[in-house]
């Protein structure tokens, strides 16, 4: 049996998981060759990339939606857009929900084994953070944080 870890970059270019690379890493798992196992923090780190990535997008719609109200529209026009905005408003919790479960769904759908942070592992970062030893590229790079924890 082969294992296989991977790090958010991999999802974060095929976030959808439809390009060759995950069906045969599905196709792989299924059939009982392999393994694959995430790091909790990779997929707290992927999911929260897709929910920034919807909200960004749902802004960006509620945004055009406003100045498009502030246009010299048709009042009726302008009340079904402000419904349109209401309801658009309230799926920033809906999109969180289907991302996470999604991402849940397709984990045991394959059989990947995702390993949580350990309690051992919040000091020996820190350490590593504070030293900027290893994977830290120099002392308190918060942006290697993830990183150590994979």
């Not at 997008?57 to 529209?73: C, H």
Request: glycine share 2%; net charge positive.
């Amino acid at each position: 049996m082969i294992n296989v870890v991977v790090d958010t970059t991999v999802f974060r270019n095929d976030p959808a998981r439809k390009k060759a690379a995950f069906q045969t890493i599905k196709k792989l798992a299924s059939a009982g060759e392999l393994k694959l196992h995430i790091p909790q923090i990779v997929k707290q780190e992927f999911l929260s990339q897709q929910i920034d990535q919807y909200h960004a997008s749902l802004s960006e719609i509620l945004k055009n939606l406003l100045v498009f109200t502030k246009k010299n529209i048709p009042e009726d026009a302008r009340k079904l857009l402000k419904t349109q905005e209401k309801q658009l408003s309230n799926l920033k919790e809906e999109l969180f929900t289907f991302a996470k479960r999604e991402f849940e769904q397709w984990i045991l759908d394959i059989g990947a084994e995702v390993h949580p942070i350990s309690e051992s592992h919040g000091p020996k970062v820190m350490e590593a953070y504070f030293s900027g030893d290893p994977p830290f590229r120099e002392k308190k790079s918060r942006l290697d944080i993830p990183d150590a924890f994979i």
